[in-house]
């Protein structure tokens, strides 16, 4: 049998994912990083993207929205701490246009710095996973 990694996939609301895989493909800040058995050992931060879950090297088996978090890697394992997941087949594309329009008239509106940037984070968030559900 291939050697596998462990992989968990943890929401503030619940355990979304505790299993052995072939690989997981993250979206990391800096890219998209690929974790099979025997990684490096690193720390990410996740930017709004989807994981993607392989069971054989070959086909991606699940895929997941995430809003951001961090990802921690060992040789052994994969954890992805995420703000919000969503498996991509869940996404409700008319809220999320929604959220968009809201999150872009509130960056227009908004008053300071924080604002701005609290703005700013929502319409990444809904712009990623818009594209998301379209793929």
């Known amino acids: 049998m291939a050697e596998m990694v ?3 996939l ?15 493909v993250v979206p990391g800040e ?3 990083f690929g974790v099979l058995p025997r990684h490096a050992p690193l720390i990410s931060s996740v930017r709004p993207g989807v994981i993607s879950v392989y ?18 890697v060992t ?17 409700d594309r008319a809220d999320a246009e929604q959220r968009l329009k809201d999150a ?6 908004a008053k300071d710095e924080l604002a ?15 594209k998301a559900s379209e793929a």
Do not use: H, N
């Open 10 to 24: 943890v929401s503030p609301e619940e355990l979304l994912i505790s299993e052995d895989v072939a690989m997981v």
């Open 75 to 91: 040789p052994e394992r994969c954890t992805v701490l995420a703000e919000l997941a969503i498996p991509v087949d869940k996404i």
């Open 116 to 130: 701005r940037s609290l703005a700013a984070r929502e319409i990444a968030i809904r712009e990623a996973m818009i």
């Open 104 to 109: 872009r008239e509130d960056l227009a509106d």
């Open 55 to 72: 069971q054989t090297r070959q086909a991606v088996t699940e895929r997941i929205f995430v809003a951001g978090g961090f990802a921690e």
């Open 6 to 8: 462990a992989f968990e």
């Open 30 to 32: 800096e890219g998209d």
